[in-house]
């Protein structure tokens, strides 16, 4: 819908998506920084001021210059959104409790994802794509002042001054430039001198962006980070499960749209079996955690999520959605549900207050930058080296070539955390009280 109001070439369709989740990505780990030296709930306002401003700003988009802009502008006031939000939960609660507010966390985090597709769906067809947007400002309006009442206020550690702005610049260019050049070998092919100069421009910014960290006084990332291999390990899944998820998502709905003749609302129904599986699954992983660890409840859920992806993949032309599409979406759904609870419990076991806000910036980071990716390779994938994007997008061929490489990176996943995630077995959730 939004494609066809604005005018969006085929090709760059896929940046209503990636705009948003690149910046998002990109500035998270400023954005968790901010909320470790500013004062969580503060950073925690003032993004969702930016947020609710720029969703009224998108839903006004008259262009897609337009629309991709207020997007990026989404995306910063989610990066400083999503990692106060998570410092302020991994803060306020210790022991079992924090276990128990953590799996609750990644369960709604995974299913808002595709609850949005059903929302958005009907939006789209009683109203029109705009409210996609739009109907952030009210929730944005109604969830300042709540917060201002229910979140403690926290002092911060440090200035402005301290922030390594120069970092996360030369990251957020880096990672659009790269994933730029990914979009664009559908069309131009990976030898074309535009796909070589982004490639190279991509390699001198991340190369920069690592020299500053090197050297800066307080970097968005420190080394000794990565030494913690809960952290580290639960990181690359959460980048890799998010890939898988929102790559799935995007090409399931133009297949739905363009192949099968769904309309937004049907569409956006569709997704709900996925949505009520991921819920319920996620409730019973976060029970199943303490009993046989995170690496075991983790490794279950990618292998699912290669099944599902399997299944998916095996759709034929004029699909019949009960049959080939339904068992699919349930299988990932409930992949989703143990990755994402196992992943948020691993990645956060070992990580203190005082890092609360780096740690969460980093791991929603991966979550985001993950999103960006699975999109771009997948999408890139299925839409081959036709000229019609959009079609070669939709079409059965299309859609079987991009969600079959999806399920072999699961199938991969499996199999390194298997090998490199340390298996957590947390407290039960019983009996805890907060500080």
């Known amino acids: 819908s939004i494609g066809s109001d604005l005018g969006f070439a085929p090709g760059d369709l896929q940046w209503v998506v990636t705009a948003y989740v690149l910046f998002t990505g990109g500035l998270l780990l400023l954005g968790g920084r901010a909320a470790d030296m500013l004062g969580r709930r503060r950073v925690f306002l003032a993004g969702l001021t930016l947020f609710t401003a720029a969703s009224f700003a998108s839903g006004l988009a008259a262009s897609p ?73 009210p929730i944005g309006l109604t969830a300042f002042p709540l917060a201002l009442r229910i979140v403690p206020s926290s002092p911060g550690s440090g200035g402005l001054r301290q922030l ?22 559908s069309t131009h092919g990976w030898g074309s001198a535009r796909t070589v100069a982004l490639l190279v421009g991509s390699a001198v910014l991340l190369g920069t962006f690592l020299a500053v960290e090197r050297r800066a006084r307080r970097p968005l990332v420190p080394l000794s980070t990565w030494r913690i291999r809960t952290l580290s390990s639960g990181v690359a899944m959460m980048f890799g499960a998010t890939g898988f998820m929102i790559g799935m998502i ?16 049907q569409t956006g129904l569709a997704f709900l079996p996925l949505s009520i599986t991921i819920g319920v699954v ?20 990618l292998l699912l999520m290669a099944g599902g992806g399997g299944v998916l993949a095996g759709a034929p032309d004029q699909a019949s959605y009960a049959i080939d599409l339904l068992p699919g979406f349930v299988l990932v759904g409930a992949s989703l549900g143990l990755v994402f609870v196992s992943v948020q419990v691993t ?23 993950g999103a960006a990716f699975g999109v771009a390779v997948f999408s890139t994938v299925a839409a081959g080296t036709g000229s019609d994007a959009l079609a070669s997008l939709g079409s059965a061929t299309g859609y079987g070539e991009g969600i079959g490489v999806a399920a072999l990176v699961a199938l991969g996943m499996a199999v390194l955390a298997s090998i490199t995630v340390p298996a957590i077995h947390p407290p039960r959730t019983a009996h805890a009280t907060a500080h």
Request: aromatic share 8%.
């Open 65 to 137: 210059a337009m629309l991709i802009a207020s997007r990026a502008a989404q995306g910063l006031g989610a990066a400083m959104l999503s990692p106060s939000a998570l410092s302020i939960v991994t803060a306020t609660y210790t022991g079992p409790q924090r276990t128990s507010a953590l799996s609750a966390w990644g369960g709604i985090a995974a299913a808002g994802s595709v609850v949005g597709m059903v929302v958005g769906g009907m939006l789209t067809s009683w109203l029109s794509w705009e409210w996609v947007f739009f109907i952030n400002v």
């Open 164 to 185: 390594d702005v120069a970092g996360a610049v030369s990251l957020v260019g880096g990672l659009v430039a790269l994933v730029d050049a990914i979009e664009g070998t």
């Open 250 to 265: 995007y090409l399931s709905s133009l297949y739905m749209q363009v192949e099968l003749g769904f309309s937004a609302l």
């Open 282 to 301: 996620a409730q019973l992983a976060g029970r199943a955690l303490s009993a046989v660890g995170t690496r075991t409840v983790m490794v279950a859920g």
């Open 347 to 369: 990645a956060m076991s070992e990580v203190g207050e005082a890092m609360a806000g780096l740690a969460s910036g980093l791991f929603t980071t991966a979550h985001e930058i």
